[in-house]
């Protein structure tokens, strides 16, 4: 079975709206509730849940604990994943000190970079120099990186990475990286995200002559 991105993607957005929707007092919610706090149709929930053989009921709806366990289970989220980051720059150190990993099961373990002068191991999130990142992956069977180097860099650390185990990647350089067809890339231009905003924004305001 072949699952697009989108597919998680949204898988993602209905565990996020479910929480929410929990908090509310929901018990139990409908196709519907979904569809309206994601943004898509309620036959586009029904088939991303029959996917992975998540049934509800017209009548009774969906339980919400027992599928926010079950979508977990599906992303992941079952078990804490060890993560790592290249780059103790503005972005690594945002990653570094952002406190909502630990509640989806992500385990931030450590950051490496070039910068002697950004090297720590006594407090906090330890940065190490860049050329222990193989040792320490596989040492921790460590299978999913980070990316926050400027784009001249990316590569040479996107190689490393591979050579070391890592298989799935989240890239914040500003460059599109490929790797072989068992790694998983995900590219996110932060500039390029902006700049569609700014224009959207920009096209908006001529629409409506502001």
Do not use: W
Not at 33 to 40: E, Q, R, S, Y
Not at 173 to 180: D, E, S, V
Not at 187 to 204: D, K, P, Q
Request: net charge positive; charged share 25%.
């Amino acid at each position: 079975m072949t699952i697009n991105k989108n597919c998680i993607i949204r898988l993602s957005r209905y565990k996020n709206a479910l929480y929410r929707l929990k908090n509310l007092g929901f018990v139990k919610v409908f196709s519907d509730n979904l569809a309206d706090a994601v943004g898509v149709l309620p036959s586009q929930v029904r088939k991303d849940f029959s996917l992975f053989g998540l049934t509800g009921n017209r009548r009774g709806g969906y339980n919400i604990d027992e599928l926010i366990e079950s979508l977990g289970n599906i992303l992941g989220k079952d078990k804490v994943h060890e993560v790592i980051v290249v780059g103790a720059g503005n972005i690594g150190t945002a990653l570094m000190n952002y406190k909502g990993f630990e509640q989806e099961g992500i385990n931030l373990v450590a950051c490496f970079d070039i910068d002697p002068a950004k090297q720590k191991k006594a407090s906090g999130m330890p940065v190490f120099p860049l050329e222990e990142l193989k040792d320490f992956v596989k040492q921790r069977s460590v299978r999913i990186g980070i990316i926050a180097v400027p784009d001249i860099a990316a590569q040479q650390v996107l190689d490393i990475m591979i050579s070391a185990g890592i298989k799935g990647i989240l890239n914040f350089a500003p460059i599109r990286l490929r790797g072989p067809e068992d790694l998983v890339v995900n590219n996110i231009n932060v500039e390029l995200e902006l700049e569609n905003v700014i224009y959207f924004v920009n096209a908006l305001r001529k629409t409506r002559g502001k």
